[in-house]
């Protein structure tokens, strides 16, 4: 079972990473309208992993599409953040908040960082979003909300769509950091630790002594390298 579990989430990376590939350097340049709604219907599709359903995660999961929309929309529709640095100040060639940098690095330095550095490394913490989003969400959705899931990711971190979502976003920005983005980024971690709170009362008022032994052993965002089973027996 271990095997098969193993097998299918590297299977699972392997078709992200791929995905993620193809998003990263497929197309550059604006006015592309069609590669924008493609972006958007990719990444905002995650919001459906989360109980978006519920009243308490409406917000939540409005922000994040709202982040979403208003980042593609800009990185291949129209460049507000190079629209506003050029009438506001006279800057040229300030795609991205990132391209600041540019004029104290050199343009050159600038691109290899970017290219070689910014650009993997925003994949990779992008990849690790979607994985905690898609693994926790297959967690809860076979307990059917019948019982406590602490196993799995579950087992190291009690939020872990929450913690992929933001880890998503946060990768877009190390990516692509506009303006909206930056306003935008914050607020999502508010309101994703307001909704993790808030969601931990209504469990514990489910669960009871169960859910607090879990909580007092298992972080809210901040993954535990050692699993909720082994502290029980220590």
């Known amino acids: 079972m271990k095997l098969v579990r193993l ?8 078709v992200v990473s791929v995905c993620l590939f193809y998003i990263s350097v497929a197309v550059y340049g604006w006015d592309n309208w069609g590669f924008a709604l493609v972006n958007i219907a990719f990444f905002g599709a995650f919001v459906l992993f989360t109980q ?16 979403i929309v208003a980042l593609y929309a800009e990185m291949y529709g129209f460049p507000l953040t190079l629209y506003i640095f050029s009438w506001l100040f006279g800057y040229n060639n ?5 391209h600041l940098f540019a004029g104290i690095i050199g343009e050159d330095l600038f691109a290899f960082i970017f290219h070689v550095i910014l650009l993997p490394l925003s994949n990779i913490i992008m990849l690790i979003g979607i994985i905690l989003i898609i693994v926790g ?3 809860i ?9 602490t ?7 009690r939020n872990p769509q929450y913690l992929g979502m933001l880890l998503l976003t946060f990768g877009m920005n190390v990516q692509w950091l506009t303006i909206l983005s930056l306003i935008l980024w914050p607020l999502l ?8 709170k808030e969601e931990a009362e209504i469990m514990e008022n489910k669960f009871g002594d169960e859910f607090r032994k ?16 082994q502290k029980e027996k220590d």
């Open 137 to 139: 969400w297959r967690q």
């Open 189 to 196: 971690v508010i309101l994703y630790y307001r909704l993790a």
């Open 52 to 67: 978006v359903r519920k009243k308490l995660s409406r917000l939540p999961a409005s922000v994040y599409l709202a982040f």
């Open 7 to 14: 097998v299918e989430l590297l299977l699972l990376v392997a």
């Open 151 to 157: 196993t799995g990711i579950y087992a190291h971190v």
């Open 94 to 98: 300030v795609y991205t908040l990132e």
């Open 214 to 229: 879990y909580k007092q052993n298992v972080p809210l965002f901040i993954p535990h390298l050692r699993g909720y089973k």
């Open 141 to 149: 959705f076979n307990a059917k909300g019948k019982k406590l899931v």
